[in-house]
């Protein structure tokens, strides 16, 4: 998959999409996204005609690895682990409840966890910057 330009992973992305309940990966990281995408993935099975279409053979090629890289995708992941809440009148974002609890350059990310920012594009782009 690495041969392959981000205009085609998001393409795939799109399908893949269809068959897979994107709202399931509540991971924060790189592999953690990784892993769940390719559970998800695992759970629809082999379908249709078209080898080169089916689940099983876009997992061995490493799409979940390729998804995870490409900056579009993970933004939309990372938008659906962001929670609007009204704390004293004004909107603050949180991680959303389901969320792992994860470790990366000694940073604790957890549910429940506040982020910074005062639209969800800024408390995406936070909490893209502490998962790295």
Not at 11 to 27: M, Q
Not at 88 to 103: D, I, L, S
């Given at each position: 998959?690495?041969?392959?330009?981000?205009?085609?992973?998001?393409?795939?992305?799109?399908?893949?999409?269809?068959?897979?309940?994107?709202?399931?990966?509540?991971?924060?990281?790189?592999?953690?996204?990784?892993?769940?995408?390719?559970?998800e993935m695992?759970?629809?099975?082999?379908?249709?005609?078209?080898?080169?279409?089916?689940?099983?053979?876009?997992?061995?090629?490493?799409?979940?690895?390729?998804?995870?890289?490409?900056?579009?995708?993970?933004?939309?992941?990372?938008?659906?682990?962001?929670?609007l809440i009204?704390?004293?009148?004004?909107?603050?974002?949180?991680?959303?409840?389901?969320?792992?609890?994860?470790?990366?350059d000694g940073?604790?990310?957890?549910?429940?966890?506040?982020?910074?920012?005062?639209?969800?594009?800024?408390?995406?782009?936070?909490?893209?910057?502490?998962?790295?």
């Open positions: 998959m690495d041969k392959e330009s981000d205009q085609e992973i998001e393409s795939i992305w799109e399908r893949e999409k269809k068959y897979i309940d994107v709202k399931k990966i509540k991971a924060v990281s790189k592999e953690g996204m990784q892993q769940a995408i390719a559970q695992q759970n629809v099975g082999a379908r249709g005609r078209n080898t080169q279409a089916n689940t099983d053979f876009l997992i061995k090629r490493g799409f979940p690895k390729a998804v995870s890289k490409n900056e579009k995708i993970r933004r939309e992941i990372l938008a659906d682990n962001i929670k009204k704390v004293r009148g004004q909107n603050r974002f949180q991680v959303a409840k389901g969320t792992p609890t994860v470790y990366i940073k604790q990310i957890r549910a429940g966890q506040f982020l910074a920012g005062k639209s969800e594009e800024e408390a995406i782009k936070s909490l893209e910057k502490k998962a790295g």
